[in-house]
């Protein structure tokens, strides 16, 4: 089970790491656009901060194979072991072909649909990322995508690793990985929300209060 957190916010990742057994970082345009430095800020920063045995995701912001290729390339000068996302059209499944020739892994980003990803892993992805979240709201379902793509990754791309994206909510999570997902990646309130919970923080207080009544400090 891999374990990735979804954002480009430094501090919150750092703090994360400390207690969480974090495999790495995916980043989107949107995700860098917010935290308001750029890929070549951001990726040498996230490196320092987590290693050098950490997975890193960045995203291409071309829509032609080419250019997206060349893209690509530039983007692992930052990183050498970055994993590029590609997201899965016409264009992205050429560009992902393109990179497996020139050995850059990629990930097949912006899946809405099992054959989208299959098609995405046949060209050569390394990973695909279901979103999970966003097909819920137009009217699918995103786990019942997550458990038919992940038969059909077994059986016709076992090389292929799901990286499911796209969360709200902590049942999400759990569903998705009850279906066999292997890799999820979590933006930070989600990520907090796995192990912060209103409830046990109101039983610890009552633990001390007890305590205290008891025996004193």
């Not at 480009?8 to 935290?35: C, W, Y």
């Not at 080419?66 to 050498?80: G, R, V, Y």
């Not at 046949?122 to 709201?137: F, K, M, Q």
Request: aromatic share 4%; hydrophobic share 45%; glycine share 6%.
């Amino acid at each position: 089970m891999e374990l990735y957190l979804d954002s480009a916010d430094l501090n919150a990742i750092e703090r994360l790491a400390r207690f969480m057994p974090i495999h790495g970082v995916t980043t989107n345009p949107s995700i860098i656009a917010k935290g308001g430095q750029s890929l070549a800020q951001v990726l040498p920063e996230l490196r320092a901060m987590l290693g050098a045995e950490k997975i890193l995701f960045a995203q291409v912001m071309s829509d032609k194979a080419e250019a997206m290729a060349t893209e690509a390339e530039h983007l692992q000068t930052l990183d050498p072991q970055l994993v590029i996302k590609i997201p899965v059209t016409p264009e992205g499944l050429r560009a992902i072909q393109l990179l497996k020739q020139r050995q850059i892994k990629t990930l097949g980003t912006a899946v809405y649909s099992p054959m989208q990803a299959l098609l995405a892993a046949l060209a050569g992805a390394s990973y695909v990322a279901p979103y999970v979240n966003r097909i819920d709201a137009q009217g699918g379902s995103g786990i019942k995508c997550v458990q038919e793509l992940q038969q059909l990754l077994t059986l016709h791309a076992p090389e292929c690793q799901i990286l499911a994206a796209s969360f709200k909510t902590p049942r999400q999570v759990l569903d998705c990985l009850l279906a066999g997902c292997t890799s999820i990646t979590l933006p930070i309130d989600v990520a907090e929300q796995l192990v912060r919970n209103p409830a046990v923080d109101m039983a610890m207080a009552q633990f001390k209060q007890d305590w205290q009544q008891a025996f004193g400090a």
